[in-house]
Protein backbone atom coordinates (compact mmCIF):
# COMPACT_ATOMS: atom_id res chain seq x y z
CA UNK A 1 0.00 0.00 0.00
CA UNK A 2 0.77 3.21 -0.80
CA UNK A 3 3.14 5.27 2.52
CA UNK A 4 0.67 8.33 1.76
CA UNK A 5 -2.61 6.37 1.72
CA UNK A 6 -1.10 4.99 5.27
CA UNK A 7 -0.28 8.42 6.43
CA UNK A 8 -4.01 9.76 5.53
CA UNK A 9 -5.51 7.43 6.59
CA UNK A 10 -3.48 7.28 10.54
CA UNK A 11 -4.51 11.62 10.05
CA UNK A 12 -8.28 10.27 9.55
CA UNK A 13 -7.99 8.14 12.33
CA UNK A 14 -6.23 10.47 14.77
CA UNK A 15 -8.68 13.14 13.78
CA UNK A 16 -11.83 10.42 14.60
CA UNK A 17 -10.81 9.99 17.88
CA UNK A 18 -9.97 13.43 18.82
CA UNK A 19 -13.55 14.33 18.08
CA UNK A 20 -14.90 11.82 20.08
CA UNK A 21 -12.62 12.85 22.64
CA UNK A 22 -13.63 16.34 21.81
CA UNK A 23 -17.18 14.98 22.58
CA UNK A 24 -16.82 13.00 25.47
CA UNK A 25 -15.49 15.88 27.42
CA UNK A 26 -18.13 18.32 26.08
CA UNK A 27 -20.76 15.59 27.54
CA UNK A 28 -18.95 15.06 31.07
CA UNK A 29 -18.88 19.01 31.46
CA UNK A 30 -22.58 19.31 30.82
CA UNK A 31 -23.31 16.21 32.60
CA UNK A 32 -21.27 16.67 35.82
CA UNK A 33 -22.29 19.55 37.52
CA UNK A 34 -25.92 18.54 37.07
CA UNK A 35 -25.00 15.37 39.04
CA UNK A 36 -23.23 16.84 41.60
CA UNK A 37 -26.17 19.63 42.19
CA UNK A 38 -27.95 16.62 43.48
CA UNK A 39 -25.63 15.13 45.64
CA UNK A 40 -23.55 18.01 47.04
CA UNK A 41 -26.12 21.27 47.67
CA UNK A 42 -25.41 22.49 50.97
CA UNK A 43 -25.73 20.82 54.57
CA UNK A 44 -28.19 22.64 57.14
CA UNK A 45 -25.78 22.64 60.44
CA UNK A 46 -26.52 20.17 63.12
CA UNK A 47 -27.98 21.64 66.59
CA UNK A 48 -25.73 21.76 69.55
CA UNK A 49 -26.51 19.27 72.39
CA UNK A 50 -26.62 20.67 75.35
CA UNK A 51 -25.97 17.67 78.25
CA UNK A 52 -26.91 18.71 81.70
CA UNK A 53 -25.96 15.74 84.31
CA UNK A 54 -27.96 14.74 87.53
CA UNK A 55 -27.19 14.41 91.33
CA UNK A 56 -24.48 12.47 92.12
CA UNK A 57 -22.73 12.66 88.85
CA UNK A 58 -20.52 15.33 87.00
CA UNK A 59 -20.52 15.99 83.31
CA UNK A 60 -17.46 13.59 83.10
CA UNK A 61 -20.33 10.94 82.64
CA UNK A 62 -21.38 11.99 79.58
CA UNK A 63 -17.63 11.24 77.82
CA UNK A 64 -18.87 8.45 75.74
CA UNK A 65 -22.12 9.54 74.44
CA UNK A 66 -19.93 13.36 73.68
CA UNK A 67 -17.46 11.13 71.74
CA UNK A 68 -20.59 9.68 69.65
CA UNK A 69 -22.46 12.44 69.03
CA UNK A 70 -19.07 14.32 67.92
CA UNK A 71 -18.39 11.47 65.47
CA UNK A 72 -21.29 12.26 63.98
CA UNK A 73 -20.80 15.84 63.65
CA UNK A 74 -22.71 17.42 66.37
CA UNK A 75 -21.47 20.18 68.59
CA UNK A 76 -21.73 19.44 72.25
CA UNK A 77 -22.02 21.32 75.64
CA UNK A 78 -21.80 19.50 78.63
CA UNK A 79 -22.41 21.98 81.56
CA UNK A 80 -21.73 21.42 84.69
CA UNK A 81 -25.07 21.47 86.82
CA UNK A 82 -24.41 23.56 90.20
CA UNK A 83 -26.45 20.86 91.80
CA UNK A 84 -27.74 23.16 94.39
CA UNK A 85 -31.10 24.65 94.14
CA UNK A 86 -33.82 23.73 91.23
CA UNK A 87 -34.24 27.72 90.56
CA UNK A 88 -30.87 28.64 90.57
CA UNK A 89 -29.32 25.96 88.51
CA UNK A 90 -32.58 26.28 86.10
CA UNK A 91 -31.29 29.95 85.72
CA UNK A 92 -27.47 29.19 85.46
CA UNK A 93 -28.46 26.83 82.50
CA UNK A 94 -30.31 29.46 81.03
CA UNK A 95 -27.19 31.64 81.08
CA UNK A 96 -25.84 28.80 78.88
CA UNK A 97 -28.73 28.30 76.59
CA UNK A 98 -27.85 32.04 75.92
CA UNK A 99 -24.46 32.07 74.95
CA UNK A 100 -25.59 29.83 72.08
CA UNK A 101 -25.74 30.39 68.46
CA UNK A 102 -28.52 28.60 66.83
CA UNK A 103 -30.96 25.31 67.02
CA UNK A 104 -30.45 23.22 70.53
CA UNK A 105 -31.31 19.86 71.59
CA UNK A 106 -31.52 19.73 75.36
CA UNK A 107 -30.78 16.44 77.15
CA UNK A 108 -30.78 15.66 80.89
CA UNK A 109 -29.97 13.09 83.17
CA UNK A 110 -31.86 12.53 86.63
CA UNK A 111 -32.49 15.28 88.45
CA UNK A 112 -30.94 17.22 85.42
CA UNK A 113 -34.40 16.53 83.62
CA UNK A 114 -35.97 19.00 86.51
CA UNK A 115 -33.46 21.37 85.57
CA UNK A 116 -33.91 21.24 81.37
CA UNK A 117 -37.68 21.59 82.06
CA UNK A 118 -37.39 24.93 83.57
CA UNK A 119 -34.76 26.27 81.95
CA UNK A 120 -36.29 26.02 78.11
CA UNK A 121 -39.43 27.09 78.69
CA UNK A 122 -39.22 30.27 76.55
CA UNK A 123 -36.32 29.78 74.73
CA UNK A 124 -37.16 29.66 71.22
CA UNK A 125 -33.60 27.80 70.69
CA UNK A 126 -34.52 24.56 72.18
CA UNK A 127 -36.43 22.62 69.78
CA UNK A 128 -36.57 19.35 71.27
CA UNK A 129 -35.95 18.10 74.93
CA UNK A 130 -34.56 14.67 75.81
CA UNK A 131 -34.71 13.09 79.37
CA UNK A 132 -32.76 9.76 80.21
CA UNK A 133 -33.68 8.18 83.33
CA UNK A 134 -34.68 11.57 84.29
CA UNK A 135 -37.70 13.83 85.83
CA UNK A 136 -40.38 15.41 83.77
CA UNK A 137 -41.82 17.38 86.71
CA UNK A 138 -45.70 19.77 86.35
CA UNK A 139 -45.13 22.26 87.71
CA UNK A 140 -44.71 22.49 91.60
CA UNK A 141 -43.89 18.74 91.48
CA UNK A 142 -40.28 17.87 92.82
CA UNK A 143 -38.16 15.18 92.79
CA UNK A 144 -38.72 13.66 96.04
CA UNK A 145 -42.68 13.51 94.86
CA UNK A 146 -41.75 11.59 91.99
CA UNK A 147 -39.21 9.17 92.61
CA UNK A 148 -41.46 7.90 95.87
CA UNK A 149 -44.66 7.67 93.35
CA UNK A 150 -44.54 4.13 92.51
CA UNK A 151 -42.18 1.57 94.60
CA UNK A 152 -39.00 0.63 93.49
CA UNK A 153 -36.44 3.37 94.76
CA UNK A 154 -33.67 2.34 97.31
CA UNK A 155 -32.14 5.50 97.06
CA UNK A 156 -33.41 7.06 100.78
CA UNK A 157 -31.15 4.06 102.38
CA UNK A 158 -27.82 4.33 100.42
CA UNK A 159 -27.83 8.42 101.18
CA UNK A 160 -25.56 9.95 103.43
CA UNK A 161 -26.31 13.53 104.91
CA UNK A 162 -23.61 16.34 105.20
CA UNK A 163 -24.23 19.18 106.83
CA UNK A 164 -23.04 22.80 104.92
CA UNK A 165 -23.32 26.48 105.70
CA UNK A 166 -24.60 28.44 102.90
CA UNK A 167 -23.63 31.84 101.83
CA UNK A 168 -26.11 33.60 103.51
CA UNK A 169 -25.49 31.79 106.74
CA UNK A 170 -28.08 29.26 106.66
CA UNK A 171 -27.96 25.50 106.95
CA UNK A 172 -28.17 22.68 104.20
CA UNK A 173 -27.66 19.56 103.74
CA UNK A 174 -25.69 17.72 101.35
CA UNK A 175 -26.30 14.22 100.11
CA UNK A 176 -24.21 11.67 98.91
CA UNK A 177 -24.66 7.69 97.99
CA UNK A 178 -22.32 5.46 100.40
CA UNK A 179 -18.89 4.68 98.63
CA UNK A 180 -20.02 1.14 99.84
CA UNK A 181 -23.42 1.28 98.19
CA UNK A 182 -22.80 3.22 94.93
CA UNK A 183 -22.23 0.45 92.26
CA UNK A 184 -25.19 -1.28 93.41
CA UNK A 185 -27.82 1.70 93.72
CA UNK A 186 -26.57 3.80 91.28
CA UNK A 187 -24.48 1.76 88.31
CA UNK A 188 -24.45 -2.12 88.89
CA UNK A 189 -23.99 -2.33 84.37
CA UNK A 190 -20.52 -0.57 85.13
CA UNK A 191 -16.96 -2.34 85.80
CA UNK A 192 -16.43 -1.90 89.30
CA UNK A 193 -13.11 -0.59 88.70
CA UNK A 194 -15.29 2.67 86.81
CA UNK A 195 -17.71 2.97 89.51
CA UNK A 196 -15.21 3.12 92.51
CA UNK A 197 -13.91 6.28 90.58
CA UNK A 198 -17.21 7.63 90.10
CA UNK A 199 -18.35 6.59 94.04
CA UNK A 200 -15.23 8.78 94.99
CA UNK A 201 -16.08 11.86 92.15
CA UNK A 202 -19.81 12.28 92.73
CA UNK A 203 -20.78 15.30 92.95
CA UNK A 204 -23.43 15.97 95.88
CA UNK A 205 -26.75 17.16 95.60
CA UNK A 206 -28.52 19.81 98.37
CA UNK A 207 -31.37 18.24 99.60
CA UNK A 208 -33.14 21.24 99.07
CA UNK A 209 -32.49 21.34 94.99
CA UNK A 210 -34.60 17.31 95.36
CA UNK A 211 -37.51 18.70 97.12
CA UNK A 212 -38.05 22.51 95.58
CA UNK A 213 -40.89 22.15 93.54
CA UNK A 214 -41.00 22.53 89.63
CA UNK A 215 -42.52 25.84 87.58
CA UNK A 216 -43.95 25.68 84.18
CA UNK A 217 -42.04 22.80 82.45
CA UNK A 218 -40.67 23.25 78.43
CA UNK A 219 -42.04 19.53 78.01
CA UNK A 220 -45.65 21.45 77.30
CA UNK A 221 -44.58 23.11 74.30
CA UNK A 222 -41.42 21.22 72.97
CA UNK A 223 -41.51 17.81 71.70
CA UNK A 224 -39.70 15.31 73.99
CA UNK A 225 -37.87 12.16 73.96
CA UNK A 226 -37.49 9.84 76.77
CA UNK A 227 -35.22 6.91 77.62
CA UNK A 228 -36.05 4.60 80.42
CA UNK A 229 -33.66 2.64 82.70
CA UNK A 230 -35.57 -0.81 83.26
CA UNK A 231 -32.91 -1.18 85.93
CA UNK A 232 -33.28 1.88 87.65
CA UNK A 233 -33.23 1.73 91.46
CA UNK A 234 -32.94 6.32 91.60
CA UNK A 235 -36.34 6.51 89.51
CA UNK A 236 -38.61 3.49 89.87
CA UNK A 237 -39.28 2.62 85.69
CA UNK A 238 -43.10 2.70 86.38
CA UNK A 239 -42.80 6.28 87.41
CA UNK A 240 -40.28 7.09 84.22
CA UNK A 241 -43.32 5.52 82.23
CA UNK A 242 -45.73 7.73 84.02
CA UNK A 243 -43.97 11.00 83.02
CA UNK A 244 -43.30 10.07 79.37
CA UNK A 245 -46.66 9.39 78.78
CA UNK A 246 -48.24 12.04 80.49
CA UNK A 247 -45.80 14.52 78.37
CA UNK A 248 -46.44 12.15 75.44
CA UNK A 249 -42.79 11.74 74.68
CA UNK A 250 -41.42 9.83 72.42
CA UNK A 251 -40.21 6.98 74.29
CA UNK A 252 -37.68 3.80 74.16
CA UNK A 253 -36.25 1.42 77.00
CA UNK A 254 -33.11 0.03 77.74
CA UNK A 255 -32.09 -2.55 80.12
CA UNK A 256 -29.92 -0.50 82.49
CA UNK A 257 -28.97 0.96 85.46
CA UNK A 258 -29.69 4.53 86.91
CA UNK A 259 -26.12 5.35 84.99
CA UNK A 260 -27.68 5.03 81.45
CA UNK A 261 -25.22 7.30 79.88
CA UNK A 262 -22.18 5.55 81.48
CA UNK A 263 -23.41 1.79 80.78
CA UNK A 264 -25.01 2.08 77.57
CA UNK A 265 -23.82 5.61 75.47
CA UNK A 266 -24.06 4.64 72.05
CA UNK A 267 -28.28 4.01 72.86
CA UNK A 268 -28.44 7.23 74.12
CA UNK A 269 -26.98 8.62 71.80
CA UNK A 270 -29.52 7.22 69.42
CA UNK A 271 -32.34 8.59 71.22
CA UNK A 272 -30.66 11.98 71.06
CA UNK A 273 -30.19 12.04 67.35
CA UNK A 274 -33.57 10.87 67.05
CA UNK A 275 -34.56 14.29 68.54
CA UNK A 276 -32.12 16.23 66.65
CA UNK A 277 -33.18 14.95 63.24
CA UNK A 278 -36.32 16.01 63.95
CA UNK A 279 -34.77 19.92 64.11
CA UNK A 280 -35.63 21.77 60.93
Do not use: C
Request: glycine letters at 8%; a neutral charge; zero cysteines.
Amino acid sequence: MNPRSLTRRARTSLTVLAGIGIAAALTATTIAPASADKTTGPQRPKPTVVLVHGAFADSTSWNGVVKELRHDGYPVVAVANPLRSLSGDSAYLKDVLAGIEGPVVLAGHSYGGSVISNAATGNKNVKALVYLAAFLPEKGESAVDLSGKYPGSTLGDALRPVPFTNPDGSQGTDLYIQNDKFRHQFAADVPRDRTDLMAVTQRPVAEAALAEGAGEPAWKSIPSWVLIAGQDLNIPPKAQQFMAERAGAHTAKVRASHAVSVSQPEKVTDVIEDAAHSVR
